[in-house]
């Protein structure tokens, strides 16, 4: 992907990962099965049954087991008696990001969390879908101001749903879920359009000062992710 | 009259006196003497700060380093140490360690308290000290690449930074490496659900045996101390103590700021307000304690759908509850300085006659939590004798609330050093001598008889309350500006354990240095010490009877 062929990207030189390549050139494979592949061209059922996939996807979801902050405590109340997600079919927490469908982000993310989130996303097979739940995630929230606060998970992941609130109740919760729901049965997806945080190799940064003054420290092929904390919303 | 408002006074009195006790006893040593309002501070030289400690410990017997506090100023660098005793709360002492601007290092103290450790770290990441001697001085909170040191005068929030993604090397793999050493290496979190959110622990072991483990925090570290710094006394503060220990314990949280901020600007809680604000912080309680208990079975043996679900429901009518009175289920923002900010909703009957019914119920739900917990065969095979945590261990990690309780130390705030109405009530402090997990498990479900027990009193006290003498609010001005350089050292007894607020006034209507004392990052530390030598599922009990906030652990 290069600029030219999409000038409204401002700056991409640093966000060459895969998931964001698929997604910017059109080749969104989130709703794009092996069957789709496999008939090719006859559009007729395949309309039909993605309609049918798309539907089983938003009626049997899994969500990841990913508590951050306080909005996890009232994931917890959401999945618990009373509010009970179960009924709405997206209700089974998963441990593993490797057999999640849904990760709703719940909390604030800082800077030496970002990395690791950014890692349990990418294990998530696709399609994949992520819930924003509470300010933390929309803009930093009331820590915006922080030294050490990314300012909204989209900074780093890209975000289907965000769920407004400090913390959002659990029937707001459920709402954002319903929405998704709703969504993916339409086979909706979400475009990126915020530059995001990636992880990339040491050795890929450009030479500045602070990349010289860890040259030492870090190796050219660990993986880091570079704050610009000046350019940030 | 509480016993709140006298005591500023009071203590001032005996703290010059015991300012000259105290500083006799160290003799050469003291170079300085300060006022906080607190306790008398001595001023020690930085490369003396074990000497001073010891002798305090051993000779005055100030066995609880309560918190340290680092602060740079425009001409030196400056570490508090916070000291106390376990047996007597309010004796209290400062020790100032100033260095100097261009070389900041000082001495440290952790041969003397274990719990220097990590403050110290803490210290060296936000500030920039030095300590000489310190075994592991690395950064804690931030990330290990971080340039600066985000809470001095100097630092730039604009300049990029770099945080790395790397596997973690094996510590003891050159040790063990040959026959007959075997070591894993095994990263615990930071993504788990055992480690009830984002804490990472790193753990080698040998078999199923844990030979090496250390707790890695920071994942949550939001800088709650920068956004309380830029607050403004009266409003802008209070709803970030929510936010610590986010486990609803928010009013207990709210309720240590608002301790040390009204004394610092000498200002009267209303009693009414006092019965009310002691009333809805032992709601909160029950509501923390009963997550820890639903988390606690769900480590120990997996079980989401029982006690978990048990434990949310009765936490879901705490919740009702406190959402009729604040008007917000986990984060209140209740309490304003002077009082709190509105009075029991109407109809007041109907608000009474819920809590009644709540606390009716309860011992029906405590016996059923202990038909199916405490005398489950599986859960005490877990937990009794496990994770053990012997009274001088927690001493000198300074570990408070339920997990020093759980080992023998009688030890709580609420009635060694009284605030709000709780030397008014009736009711007792829960000790458990077992120091397992077993006992700290049983603390937490008998504070909740307890805490019930104080909701009850209140709750009757409300009940036939006045009509015309309902004051919820003292008269407070509108902008506070405590005068320059008072600074004050405060604590309550939070869910977990001392929660303590640090204020340095610097004259105007923002605090010049707002240091937070959290409980969960004391008790974590003791985390290594109960776990090495154990099994590793063990390890998990251990967290789990923990019971950490990470909000609060990493602030």
């Keep these: 992907m290069s600029s030219e062929q999409k000038p409204f990207v401002t700056d991409d030189s640093q966000v060459l990962t895969e998931t964001r390549d698929a997604r910017m050139a059109g080749a969104d494979d989130r709703f794009n099965s092996k069957l789709r592949e496999a008939f090719g061209s006859s559009p007729f059922i395949l309309t039909k049954f ?6 089983v996807r938003g009626s049997s979801m899994f969500m990841l087991q990913f508590g951050i902050a306080c909005c996890s405590i009232e994931m917890m109340h959401t999945y618990a008696i009373k509010h009970d997600l179960d009924r709405f079919a997206a209700g089974v927490p998963r441990a593993s990001p490797r057999q999640a469908d849904v990760i709703i982000v719940p909390g604030t993310i800082v800077s030496k969390f970002a990395p690791r989130m950014k890692r349990v996303y990418d294990q998530m097979p696709e399609p994949k879908f992520v819930v924003g739940m509470g300010s ?8 915006q101001e922080g030294y050490n606060v990314i300012k909204g998970a989209e900074e780093v992941i890209p975000v289907d749903i965000h769920i407004p609130g400090c913390p959002p109740r659990p029937e707001a919760l459920i709402y954002g879920i319903a929405k998704l729901q709703e969504r993916i049965a339409n086979g909706e997806s979400s475009p990126v359009t915020v530059k995001p945080y990636e992880l990339e190799q040491f050795g890929d940064l450009p030479r500045d000062e602070i990349v010289d003054k860890l040259a030492e420290q870090i190796d050219e092929d660990d993986l880091v992710m570079r704050y610009n904390w000046a350019d940030s919303p | 009259m509480s016993l709140e408002e006298q005591q500023p006074d009071a203590e001032i009195e005996a703290g010059k006196t015991r300012g000259d006790e105290l500083a006799e006893l160290l003799g050469d040593l003291v170079i300085g003497r300060e006022e906080h309002l607190n306790a008398p501070g001595l001023v020690i030289r930085p490369d003396q700060v074990q000497d001073a400690l010891f002798k305090l410990r051993d000779e005055a017997g100030f066995d609880h380093l309560s918190c340290v506090t680092a602060e740079e100023y425009e001409d030196r660098y400056e570490s508090i140490y916070h000291l106390t005793k376990y047996d007597d709360r309010t004796d209290e002492v400062s020790v100032v360690v100033p260095t100097s601007k261009d070389d900041p290092v000082s001495q440290t103290a952790e041969p003397v308290f274990r719990t220097a450790d990590w403050h110290e770290r803490e210290a060296y990441d936000l500030v920039g000290i030095k300590y000489e001697g310190h075994p ?17 005068l100097d630092y730039d929030q604009d300049r990029p930074q770099i ?11 050159q040790d063990h490496s040959g026959e007959e050493g075997n070591t894993m290496y095994i990263n615990i979190g930071p993504h788990h659900p055992a480690t009830h959110g984002v804490l990472h622990v790193e753990t080698v072991v040998d078999g199923e045996q844990v030979v090496d483990l250390e707790p890695d925090i920071g994942y949550l ?94 936490r879901e009518i705490v919740q009702n ?50 038909d199916m917990i405490t005398s489950n065969e599986i859960l005490q095979a877990r937990t009794v004798g496990t994770g053990v945590l012997p009274p001088e261990v927690a001493k000198s990690y300074g570990a408070t609330g339920p997990v020093a309780r759980g080992s023998g130390i009688d030890y709580d705030l609420r009635r060694d050093d009284s605030y709000g109405y709780y030397d008014e009530l009736d009711w007792d402090v829960v000790v458990e001598d077992g120091c397992d997990n077993f006992s700290r498990l049983l603390v937490r479900m008998r504070e909740v008889e307890e805490s019930a027990k104080i909701i009850q009193q209140c709750v009757d006290l409300l009940e036939d309350w006045p009509e015309d003498e309902r004051n919820i609010q003292a008269n407070v001005p509108r902008t506070l500006k405590p005068e320059e350089d008072t600074e004050i050292y405060r604590a309550v007894e939070g869910a977990k354990g001392e929660l303590g607020i640090y204020i340095r006034a610097d004259g ?9 004392r959290s409980p969960c990052f004391s008790n974590l530390q003791t985390l290594p010490e109960m776990s090495e030598g154990e099994y590793i599922p063990d390890m998990i009990a251990s967290l789990g009877s923990l019971d950490i906030v990470l909000g609060e652990v990493d602030r």
């Design chain 1, 50 to 55: 993605d309609k049918f996939m798309n539907w």
């Design chain 2, 163 to 173: 945080a790395t993604l790397r596997e973690h090397a094996n510590p003891l793999e």
């Design chain 2, 221 to 314: 570290h939001r800088c709650e101390e920068q956004m309380c710094q830029q607050g403004t006394y009266r409003h802008q503060i209070m709803p970030y103590p929510d936010r610590w220990d986010y486990i609803s314990a928010g009013l207990l949280n709210e309720w240590a700021y608002a301790r040390t901020a009204e004394d610092l600007a000498d200002i009267e809680v209303p009693e009414y307000a006092q019965i009310i604000r002691t009333m809805s912080a032992e709601l909160c309680r029950i509501a923390s304690h009963m997550i820890a208990l639903g988390t606690f079975a769900l480590d120990v043996y997996g079980d989401f759908t029982a006690i978990f679900m048990y434990a949310m429901r009765d």
């Design chain 2, 321 to 370: 509850i406190l959402e009729d009175l604040t008007g917000q289920r986990m984060m209140f923002n209740y309490f304003r300085l002077g009082g709190v900010v509105w009075d029991l909703p109407e109809p007041r009957e109907e608000f009474f006659e819920k809590i009644r019914d709540f606390l009716d119920d309860l011992p029906t739900a405590l016996e059923e939590y202990h």
């Design chain 2, 508 to 516: 105007t209507d923002k605090p010049g240095r707002f240091k937070i």
């Design chain 2, 136 to 152: 592991d001085l690395r950064r804690i909170l931030l990330p290990e690449t971080w340039q600066g040191h985000p809470l001095g």
């Design chain 1, 136 to 143: 933390c995630t929309i803009s930093g929230g009331p820590f």
